[in-house]
């Protein structure tokens, strides 16, 4: 049986573009693929805190990512690195991560089980399933 792990990354990160982002929803999360760099931003990202299973955090601004791994499981590091913020003080200046298994992705039962500590950062930093 595979599992379907979601990174959840919440903040107000920087951005040229001020359009809402595609994968700001569970149902349009952007898959992660080993040793692939992506870039992303929340700004422009929605806020629904009944779908963004906020286990450890205030749901602002979020948006999703995932990737799939095998029934053997195993730890999964995710890096994220060359933050850039929003330079108004008002918007923030931090963004947290968590990630969440289930074996049915975007299902809003509440079925979800976090595989991760919170992660927190104004710089780099790495977030490692449990």
């Given at each position: 049986m595979k599992l379907n792990d979601l990174l959840v990354l919440s903040g107000l990160l920087s951005s040229t573009a001020f359009c809402q982002?595609?994968?700001d929803a569970?149902?349009?999360?952007?898959r992660l693929c080993q040793n692939v760099v992506l870039s992303g931003t929340t700004t422009g990202a929605t806020t629904n805190a009944t779908s963004d299973y906020n286990f450890c955090y205030t749901s602002s601004s979020t948006?999703?990512?995932l990737f799939?791994?095998?029934s053997d499981g195993g730890t999964v590091t995710v890096d994220?690195?060359?933050l850039s913020?929003?330079?108004d003080p008002t918007m923030?200046?931090?963004i947290e991560a968590n990630m969440i298994a289930a074996t049915?992705?975007?299902?809003?039962?509440?079925?979800?089980?976090p595989v991760s500590a919170c992660a927190s950062g104004a710089t780099n930093f790495s977030i490692t399933s449990s």
């Open positions: 982002p595609a994968n569970c149902s349009n999360a952007e948006v999703w990512y799939t791994t095998d994220i690195t060359n913020f929003n330079p923030g200046q931090q049915t992705p975007c299902v809003v039962s509440g079925s979800y089980t």
